[in-house]
């Protein structure tokens, strides 16, 4: 007879300097071989216009400055996707009643 596999608990633990986070307001996705990367970036200047110099196309340059990068490895990518919809549907569902001043 065989066992059931037994449910793991992981414990995470955040480090003192780690616990406030960082802010990011953007998040660029790339691959490796090994898996997935993922930039968090906050910008550190206005936006301001600039100027392809070998087409002369206009375009807004928003300068920012990566503040984490986390490697992912391809199993733990479906994973991390549940888990973000499940916070992000919480949220909207929260947001949603204080609109409406149920909560």
Sequence with gaps: ??????????EITVPPEH???????FASVW????????????EVRPPEVSQDPET???YVHVPAKVVAR?????????????????????YER???ARRRGDG
């Design 1 to 10: 007879m065989s066992e059931e596999p037994l449910e793991h608990r992981v």
């Design 19 to 25: 616990e406030v986070g960082a802010f990011a307001g």
């Design 31 to 42: 691959r490796t071989q090994d898996g997935l990367v993922l930039d968090f970036a906050t």
């Design 56 to 58: 002369g196309e206009r």
């Design 70 to 90: 986390v490697r992912i490895p391809p199993a733990q990518v479906w994973e991390l996707m549940k888990s973000l919809e499940q916070g992000l549907s919480a």
């Design 94 to 96: 929260e947001s949603t």
